[in-house]
């Protein structure tokens, strides 16, 4: 997975997380840590096949396995106003629960961080329909970002009353990846027969 790792010009000067309470990536004293932080891929084409099915299962909205992956978004705005709209929390009211966490990609040095796109283009990495409007801007990193990478932590409530936010032309209720799906055991009815026929069809 070298190859597709970015390189450090490669990246923009800064990413930025969603976290909130569920998700199963964690915030530690240490910094932010994937759930499953001891997979690594080789170079192999047995070991790329692996890898991109890891990263294709990162963003299945119904996959319940442990990711080795956290995501990111690289627009600001896109990750604020996708953090104000809360699709975590399914039929649940906002609870504003949730910080979103400004990283330093200089300080990211020993880190394997993948642009989305270029997984997409490069590896065939198949996005799921409803994750794939994130696709352009989203970078993941592989298990951890360490905490003195984290620039800025803002709490949910600030971002959302402290100033406008742009709303963007997308659905809220579309996930983004697995971290999300850990936490809709509460979604309706509706919204959970639309992903039971989503998965029946892929």
Known sequence: ??????????????????QYPESQ????????????????????DYELGLFKQ????????????????????????????WGCTEPWGGSDPHRD????CTIDTCLLEEIYVFKVSRLVDALGVRIPERAGQHEGGSYICLHKVPARAILEEKAGSDVKYGGDYYKEPWDPYW?????????????????MRFLEDYDSRH
């Open 175 to 191: 996930g983004y990846d697995s971290d999300d799906s850990a936490v809709r055991n509460n979604i309706s009815d509706n919204c």
């Open 25 to 44: 990536t964690t915030r530690t004293d240490e910094g932010l840590k994937a759930t499953n932080t001891t997979t690594f891929y080789g170079n192999s």
């Open 97 to 100: 629960q949730w910080t979103l």
């Open 54 to 81: 890891a990263v294709e299962n990162h963003f299945t909205w119904s996959y319940r396995g442990r990711s080795p992956f956290i995501s990111f978004f690289s627009d600001r705005e896109h990750a604020e106003n």
């Open 1 to 18: 997975m070298d190859q597709y790792r970015c390189r450090p010009e490669e990246l923009p000067c800064n990413l930025y997380r969603v």
